[in-house]
């Protein structure tokens, strides 16, 4: 079992810049596929990175924003958002799973309990 905790989550302007960090427990994050998927308002969750070892992936509306990355060392999970825009107003959830495609097709074994960004123009 796997145990996510994200934080850094608020309040910003668009065009400011966000870390959220996920840390987890329960068992290391080394061998697991590790991600972040958010939902915003209206709107299905969707994935917006994903890491397994040390290669990033991302869809294209975030690419060149978003930057995910990984401690191994203090078990934890991070999402470096830049230039941000009210489209990124969401829940964002920390996902961990074996595989990288089912963070992908939103079905991670492990989710974290979201936290809110909201972006204001």
């Known amino acids: 079992q796997v145990q996510l905790v994200e934080s850094g989550g608020g309040s910003v302007r668009a065009g400011d810049s966000l870390t959220l960090s996920c840390t987890a427990s329960?068992?290391?994050?080394?061998?697991?596929?590790v991600g972040w998927i958010r939902q915003r308002p209206g709107r299905e969750r969707e994935y917006v990175a994903v890491m397994l070892r040390s290669s990033g992936y991302y869809p294209d509306d975030v690419k060149g924003r978003f930057i995910i990355s990984k401690d191994n060392t203090n078990n934890r999970v991070y999402l470096q958002m830049k230039n941000l825009n009210s489209e990124d107003t969401a829940v964002y959830y920390c996902?961990?799973?074996?595989?990288?495609?089912?963070?992908?097709?939103?079905?991670?074994?492990?989710w974290g309990q979201g936290t809110q960004v909201t972006v204001s123009s």
């Open positions: 329960g068992n290391s994050l080394r061998d697991y596929a």
């Open positions: 996902a961990v799973d074996p595989m990288i495609i089912n963070i992908q097709y939103l079905r991670p074994k492990f």
